[in-house]
C-alpha cells in the first residue's frame, strides 16, 4: 500500500488495553475484565489521561495472583493491530496479600515497556512431534505433524491458538506453502495432519522445509511462536531427515523438533 510507503516511521497510532489476569504459574485464562483506552494518532509520546475503574476486585478469587496487564499497540486501518511491548503490574501477591501501594489513594509507577519478542526469547517455546516418509518411486515425501507440547503463554492472559505454516525450499527459493488447522487455547495442540510435497527430480540434497508456529488472533497480527528446519543446507541435524529418505523400504519415522525464536 502506498500510504505505508509514505508514512514516517517514527509516528505511530497508539492505544493501550488494560485487562485484570490471573499471573498464577498453573493457570491461564481469559482476562477477569478488560478495557481500553482511545487512539493517540501519529505520536510518539502520546498521552492518554483516561480513568478506569475495575471493581470487586477481592471478590473475584482470593486465592489467585492478580494483575494488570498493560499492553500497548498500534492501530492501522488497513491490517491487522500489532502488539509493541506489555507490562504487568501485580496487585494481589501470592496468597491474597494485596500490593502495599495500593493501601493509598493513588500510586504513580513508570516501568519499561517489554517488547512482545524479547519475552517470547527468554523461555522455552517448545516442541512439535514430526513424523517423515519419502516415497522414492513417486518422487514424494509426507511431512505428518501429530502433535506440540509444552508451547507457551503469550502476555499471561490466555492460552494461546496455534497452527503452523510449512515452507517448502528447493535451491534455496520458497516454491510451496501449506498451512494446518487452528487448535483454540492450548500449550499441547494435537494436529495428526499429513501433508506431501513433491521433490524436484527426486533432488533430496537441495530440499529443506521451515516450519513456523504461530498463535492466531481474530483482531490482532498473528504472533510467530518459534520455528525449526527439516531437511539439507539447514543449521539443524540431519539425522532424522537421512534415516526417512535413505532407507531401502519407505516407513514412517517421527522425531522430536524443538522450537527456536523466530527471527524477525
Given at each position: 500500500?502506498?500510504?505505508?510507503?509514505?508514512?514516517?516511521?517514527?509516528?505511530?497510532?497508539?492505544?493501550?488495553?488494560?485487562?485484570?489476569?490471573?499471573?498464577?504459574?498453573?493457570?491461564?485464562?481469559?482476562?477477569?475484565?478488560?478495557?481500553?483506552?482511545?487512539?493517540?494518532?501519529?505520536?510518539?509520546?502520546?498521552?492518554?489521561?483516561?480513568?478506569?475503574?475495575?471493581?470487586?476486585?477481592?471478590?473475584?478469587?482470593?486465592?489467585?495472583?492478580?494483575?494488570?496487564?498493560?499492553?500497548?499497540?498500534?492501530?492501522?486501518?488497513?491490517?491487522?493491530?500489532?502488539?509493541?511491548?506489555?507490562?504487568?503490574?501485580?496487585?494481589?501477591?501470592?496468597?491474597?496479600?494485596?500490593?502495599?501501594?495500593?493501601?493509598?489513594?493513588?500510586?504513580?509507577?513508570?516501568?519499561?515497556?517489554?517488547?512482545?519478542?524479547?519475552?517470547?526469547?527468554?523461555?522455552?517455546?517448545?516442541?512439535?512431534?514430526?513424523?517423515?516418509?519419502?516415497?522414492?518411486?513417486?518422487?514424494?515425501?509426507?511431512?505428518?505433524?501429530?502433535?506440540?507440547?509444552?508451547?507457551?503463554?503469550?502476555?499471561?492472559?490466555?492460552?494461546?491458538?496455534?497452527?503452523?505454516?510449512?515452507?517448502?525450499?528447493?535451491?534455496?527459493?520458497?516454491?510451496?506453502?501449506?498451512?494446518?488447522?487452528?487448535?483454540?487455547?492450548?500449550?499441547?495442540?494435537v494436529y495428526n495432519e499429513c501433508f506431501t510435497f513433491h521433490i524436484?527430480?527426486?533432488?533430496?540434497?537441495?530440499?529443506?522445509?521451515?516450519?513456523?508456529?504461530?498463535?492466531?488472533?481474530?483482531?490482532?497480527?498473528?504472533?510467530?511462536?518459534?520455528?525449526?528446519?527439516?531437511?539439507?543446507?539447514?543449521?539443524?541435524?540431519?539425522?532424522?531427515?537421512?534415516?526417512?529418505?535413505?532407507?531401502?523400504?519407505?516407513?514412517?519415522?517421527?522425531?522430536?523438533?524443538?522450537?527456536?525464536?523466530?527471527?524477525?
Amino acid at each position: 500500500f502506498v500510504h505505508r510507503h509514505h508514512r514516517s516511521p517514527t509516528l505511530i497510532d497508539s492505544y493501550v488495553r488494560i485487562e485484570l489476569i490471573s499471573t498464577k504459574n498453573d493457570t491461564a485464562q481469559e482476562p477477569y475484565q478488560s478495557m481500553r483506552t482511545h487512539i493517540v494518532k501519529k505520536d510518539t509520546h502520546p498521552v492518554y489521561d483516561e480513568l478506569f475503574e475495575f471493581s470487586n476486585i477481592r471478590q473475584i478469587n482470593n486465592s489467585n495472583q492478580l494483575s494488570f496487564l498493560f499492553t500497548l499497540l498500534t492501530y492501522d486501518t488497513f491490517t491487522r493491530d500489532e502488539i509493541l511491548g506489555e507490562v504487568i503490574f501485580s496487585i494481589i501477591l501470592p496468597d491474597g496479600i494485596i500490593h502495599n501501594a495500593l493501601e493509598s489513594n493513588e500510586i504513580i509507577f513508570t516501568q519499561d515497556i517489554t517488547p512482545r519478542h524479547r519475552q517470547l526469547s527468554s523461555q522455552q517455546l517448545g516442541q512439535m512431534l514430526i513424523s517423515l516418509c519419502y516415497q522414492p518411486i513417486d518422487s514424494t515425501i509426507t511431512l505428518i505433524v501429530l502433535k506440540a507440547s509444552n508451547l507457551p503463554r503469550i502476555g499471561a492472559t490466555r492460552l494461546i491458538n496455534p497452527y503452523f505454516k510449512i515452507y517448502m525450499f528447493y535451491k534455496g527459493q520458497r516454491i510451496i506453502k501449506k498451512r494446518s488447522t487452528i487448535q483454540r487455547s492450548t500449550q499441547c495442540p494435537v494436529y495428526n495432519e499429513c501433508f506431501t510435497f513433491h521433490i524436484p527430480d527426486n533432488d533430496l540434497k537441495n530440499t529443506h522445509f521451515d516450519i513456523i508456529v504461530l498463535d492466531y488472533d481474530h483482531h490482532m497480527k498473528h504472533e510467530p511462536i518459534g520455528t525449526f528446519s527439516i531437511g539439507n543446507n539447514t543449521n539443524e541435524t540431519n539425522q532424522h531427515w537421512d534415516d526417512a529418505c535413505h532407507r531401502q523400504i519407505a516407513k514412517q519415522i517421527a522425531q522430536w523438533y524443538q522450537l527456536k525464536p523466530f527471527n524477525y
